[in-house]
């Protein structure tokens, strides 16, 4: 059974989120940790984040898959934007620290020309100089569309970032339906086979958590434009294999569809429907 949910505005808090996604019908759900264009982010108070702690525990929610900035870049080529990263990336796991055992995903980042070899290099001297020994988070590479120089478009790429890491076990990856399809897996043909792959290159005890789109987008597209579930190219049919997958159980899955409330709560009982239709 796997844990279901969307992406959600901390703009009211972070109990009103736990609030939020027990009406929609979810068990888990992602936030950006700070306005996912501009970088900043808003103060926590401690009552808020203790409130949102124990509803999430109360409902039996899966662990939560807190997303970073879309202006962090860590392996940008203007040394700039890159320590601007770094200071991003070292205040928002400070602040998870508030929500213990939950997930930060990231995207790797873009190399922007300096090839993908250096690209994977400063963002592992990134984690490197930011991950702690007793820290509480699981950080999330994602799966990456392969879309302009991002790094993160093959599963290769993602272990080589986890390989140069010292502290692996903090490390993670955010599997992005949307975006391994258009970097070119075959998840409509040969789900099983993609899978095996991941398992083999990075393994899949690394795959904590699902980002839940279909893809407006042919296989192999490099473009990143999600679709609604079962709308796109990949289709009902294999979003219902990959949510029903073996492999896949236990992980939080987080529709990042464009769908207003009402979508996001159809989808997700969609979803409810596919798991309790397979359970029985
Ligand atoms: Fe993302
Ligand atoms: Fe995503
Ligand atoms: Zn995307």
Redesign the pocket.
Known sequence: MIYIGCHLSVLNGYQAMGRTMLDFGGNTFAYFTRNPRGGKSKDIMPDDADALNTLLKQANFGPLVAHGSYTMNLCAANPTTRANGLDMLGKDLRRMEYFPGNFYNFHPGSHVGQGTDTGVQLIADALNQTLWADMQTTVLLETM?GKGSEVGGSFEQLRAIIDRVALKQKLGVCF?T??TWDAGYDLVGDLDGVLRHFDDVIGLDRLCAVHF?DSKNARGSHK?R?EKLGQGHIGADAMKRIALHPALGGRPFIL?TPNDAAGYIHEIRTVRHWLEACDG
């Open positions: 569309a992005d949307c975006h789109n990143d999600h990042e």
